[in-house]
């Protein structure tokens, strides 16, 4: 078992909706949450950066982490055809700021 | 520009032949990380460096790799005798005292 689990996609969803991307994780030893957006041929770009449980909003992204059941969520509102890109998550321990990727899943929002 | 910069952006090499990357952090970051990253795959961890030291490797990071960090500032990324294996994007990031991981746009390595 991989220490994170990312459905790879393909997701594709017309403008305006509601797009939700999930990833799970087995250690629990994984304390920081960090979703990334990474367009083709770029580097990642840091979109939410979480600790706790519950859930942190950033203009129409909210994200959401379930440390009880190792379950970590990201929602973007109204998507728009600039956010089709491979959505990254990643976590970390307490004092290792290493970080443990998913594989990223690839959004596609259609006009 | 003040982000993370990685050059060149794309190295095409013969197999055999040494490349190298370099990656300038973010100024007032101390941390700076390396990972690879295949396609259709998240970025690996390399290894990283807290100033000039480099505190972990991965089991990745074969005898082929090497990776400096001169002074704790900019950290050169060197791979010898490359195979087409080694093919993929090269990521350099570092990392605000909060913890927060900024990446570079990447070096992408093609080997034929």
């Known amino acids: 078992q991989k220490e994170v689990e990312q459905d790879p996609g393909p997701l594709s969803v017309p403008e305006g909706a509601i797009v939700s991307l999930n990833c799970t994780y087995s250690?629990?030893?994984?304390?920081?949450f960090m979703w990334y957006r990474q367009y083709s041929r770029k580097g990642p770009e840091l979109l939410m950066y979480?600790?706790?449980?519950g859930n942190k909003e950033d203009g129409r992204f909210t994200a959401q982490v379930d440390k009880s059941s190792k379950y970590i969520s990201l929602f973007i509102r109204d998507s728009q055809p600039s956010d089709s890109a491979t959505y990254l998550c990643?976590?970390?321990?307490?004092?290792?700021?290493?970080?443990?990727f998913g594989k990223g899943t690839l959004l596609t929002v259609n006009p | 520009d003040t982000g993370v910069s990685q050059d060149p952006r794309h190295k095409i090499t013969k197999r055999g032949q040494n490349v190298t990357f370099r990656c300038d952090p973010i100024?007032?970051?101390?941390?700076l990380y390396w990972y690879r990253q295949t396609l259709g795959q998240g970025p690996e961890f390399l290894t990283y460096?807290?100033?000039?030291?480099?505190?972990?490797k991965s089991r990745l990071l074969s005898d082929r790799f090497s990776a400096e960090r001169p002074k704790g500032s900019f950290s050169t990324l060197e791979i010898q005798r490359t195979e087409q294996g080694d093919s993929a994007m090269y990521l350099c990031?570092?990392?605000?005292?909060?913890?927060?991981?900024?990446f570079g746009e990447g070096s992408r390595l093609t080997v034929l």
């Open positions: 990031a570092s990392s605000s005292p909060a913890g927060e991981l900024f």
């Open positions: 250690n629990s030893a994984f304390q920081y």
């Open positions: 979480t600790y706790s449980s």
């Open positions: 990643a976590m970390r321990g307490g004092s290792n700021y290493k970080l443990t």
């Open positions: 100024s007032e970051h101390n941390r």
């Open positions: 460096f807290q100033n000039e030291a480099q505190l972990e």
